[in-house]
């Protein structure tokens, strides 16, 4: 019988080094995991997605504040992704309803809380004291 893989924690600087590091050490582990290519892909664009967001409006610029992933294999693939940001639970946040207007004025941003919902089969928010936490499942 085979071990089940463990769970895998990892922190990393609110930078772009620190993204990069994120997603090739997501990237190694799920292939280390033998896991479905088209899964790896979608946690690949959820992560950067989460992570940029986190830099850009969370931390309000690259720091040395922590990003903090743990990555579980089974089943399938979850990702609890947490930041010592102000509190945001996007999980609550509704579209705008601005999909009419021509591509050059609708807003800048906020498509990207529709494609990291789109792209993962559950999100939940957990309030943290100091933070947030998203669990995401693929």
Known sequence: MENSPEPLDLQYAATMDGLFAAL??????CNNWKMDRALVSRALIVVEELFSNTIK?????PCAKPVRLRLSPLPGLAITYEDDAPPFDPT????PDNHMLPLDTRPEGQAGIAVVM???AHVTYQPREGGNRLVLTF
């Not at 090739?24 to 582990?29: I, K, S, T, Y």
């Not at 609550?92 to 579209?95: E, G, V």
């Open 24 to 29: 090739h050490a997501l990237e190694q582990a």
């Open 92 to 95: 609550r946040w509704k579209a």
């Open 118 to 120: 789109g792209l993962c």
């Open 57 to 61: 409006y969370g931390y309000g610029g």
